[in-house]
């Protein structure tokens, strides 16, 4: 039986599926080779995280990245399957190449975006893109547009995408064929039959494509992509459009969905927990309302002659590039010379790789879970916790926050006034600055030197704590005009990151003269501690270690007589307060998720859980050699690490330590559960009562 044509048309019935098969075809070869020059731009701007690593691992990234490619073309061809089904649609090609050109558009500024995203972050497109969004919109279009080359990437966008309608216009055309003389506006009819047996067996392609593989089991996840020792290659092969897409899943979806669930019973995590966290001279309290609310009881040998407390959170201040750490160059001479006359903490990481997340770690001893990576924005944010502004607050300290930028961002007046600090400096409050970041604040000359002078002028009747925070270490790296530092300049070009970091370290040291001048610098303990780090030239398993090593740095009268120069134990942010808490002395009564690292058992290392930003539900727990890391949906990975100037991490084969990764387990498991019942902090949200 031969299938009919509608008003006589020389068109056989088979044209139109192979021409509709023709154009599908031609326009998804044209994504692919796309999506594979913008992997191909990735790895030349990022390039100098190639290192030493072997051609053959970006071979099989990309290798990889094709087959991340091709689940993005199937959803973008798509629409030009289902038009299989109707002759109507196939006919109606106007609307299939808008439809590709819009998606072909849009994926093509993903990916020119994320060529400096993953520079900044070493992570491609994730949730981190939806929380800049919700933010202050006038603060990050200044960020993007004065730290990176916006309109270049817009005007090249706009190129593009007129190159791409021209492109699938002509593939248009040559899938049509020429059009026999006489055939007027005539439109071929293809029998039912023929049409669905063409789709199904498209879709059947299709299908295995988006699945990525023939094996049974799930599809084509982000894991299948690290394949090779290079952590750098492993993301390159990674598509980012399907990133931010899974990020936007997690974001967007159920919000309990995307916290830590349960992997064993709640009293096994949390007794667990306990073995982590208590020592000898912790007391459990409320044991069965609260996870690990006790009293501690610092040996008083082990108390410094201090009465007032300064925390100095430095922004992207990593690890990778602070001499006393090792690192090459001078770029922070002046807390390397700060670092000799107190205690260095070398093995040290921030909780996350945000700023929001070092705030809340370091200040409210609360760790960086997944599901509330941004917790002071969260409903879960209004829970009191057990830092310092409850812990010193509750013995009558003044308290004082000096911030170079607007107290807004990030929520953070909101969060910390409700834990009760009540005096905030941001910049509104600064007058002639030296220099105004037009994107951020004042410089971080200008912070240091309001905060000198607040500590001077405003405090000494009583003992008081003091946060301040610094920011132009951040892009887009706004710096005064005459720099007081040279700039860093690295295979001789600049390195913009790095001169920042110069110039906050400058800044550091002109805070420190001033403050070693007044009265209560011999009352007082200085804890200096990186936010978080930022990419190296090399990425220190999926981690990527160099984002978390921070350095800490405790500066108070005779602390090196009683504790040494140097501190090989690990540690992150929740265990600051503690710490703290550990040299003024006297009984406390708190629940922080960390431990005073200078009151450990014998034999002690310490221990770390951290968590990257964004949506990323990997998890990691840190020894002093070791580092589990479990992505979200794969087996755990055991490295032996090693951090410094020459950074390494090797794979240990074989089954992983199960206990290391019951405790990782345990602490996540029973910090959540301790949140959403809002038992995390002291006892009904009311701050404690001062110890005797």
Known sequence: MTPTAVQGSPFTPSKPLRSQLRFTLFSGLALLVMYTL?????????????GDTPAAAFVEAFYNGLRFDLRVVVYACAPLLIALLSTRAMCARIWQRIWLTGFASLTLFLGLAELDFYKEFHQRLNSLVFQYLQED???????????????????????????????????DRASRGQVPAGAGGARPVVAWYWRVAVFFLCLLIAVIAARGHLRQGPPLRWGDAYTTDSMFANQLGLNGTLTL???????????????????????????????????????????????????????????????????????????????????PGNITPYFDKLSREGLLFDRFFSNGTHTHQGMFATMACFPNLPGFEYLMRTPEGAHKFSGLPQLLGARGYDNLYVYNGNFQWDNQSGFFSNQGMTRFIGREDFVDPVFMDPTWGVSDQDMFDRGALELKTNYGDKPFYALLQTLSNHTPYALPKDLPVEPVMINGKEDLHRTAMRYSDWALGQFFEKARKEPYFNQTLFVVVGDHGFGGFDQVTEMDLQRFNVPLLLIAPGIQEKFGKVSHTVGTQVDIVPTIMGRLGGDVRHQCWGRDLLNLPEGDGGVGVIKPSGGDQTVAIVTAEQVLVQPKGFEPR????????????????????????????????????SLLDNTAGVVDGVPDKPQP
């Open 638 to 673: 055991l490295y032996r690490y090693q951090l410094g100037a020459k950074p390494t991490a090797t794979r240990i084969e074989g089954p992983v330590d199960e206990t290391l990764k019951k405790r990782m387990e345990g602490f996540l498991q029973t910090a959540t559960k």
């Open 38 to 50: 913008l992997r191909v731009a990735m790895l030349v701007y990022n390039r100098e995280l190639i």
């Open 137 to 171: 919109q006038a603060t990050v279009m200044s960020m993007l547009w004065n730290g990176f080359p916006v309109a270049r990437y817009l005007v090249a966008w706009f190129v593009i995408t007129g190159l791409l309608w021209w492109m699938f216009s002509r593939f």
């Open 245 to 327: 897409f899974t990020a936007a899943q997690a974001t967007f979806g159920p919000h309990r969905d995307n916290t830590w669930q349960s992997t064993m019973e709640d009293g096994q995590a949390r007794q667990i927990t306990r073995d982590m966290l208590l020592t000898a001279q912790d007391q459990l309290v409320d044991a069965d309302g609260a996870a690990v609310r006790r009293v501690y009881t610092p040996p008083s040998d082990k108390t410094l002659p201090i009465r007032n407390v300064v925390v100095i959170l430095m922004e992207s201040f990593a690890g990778h590039s602070v001499g006393a750490l090792g690192a």
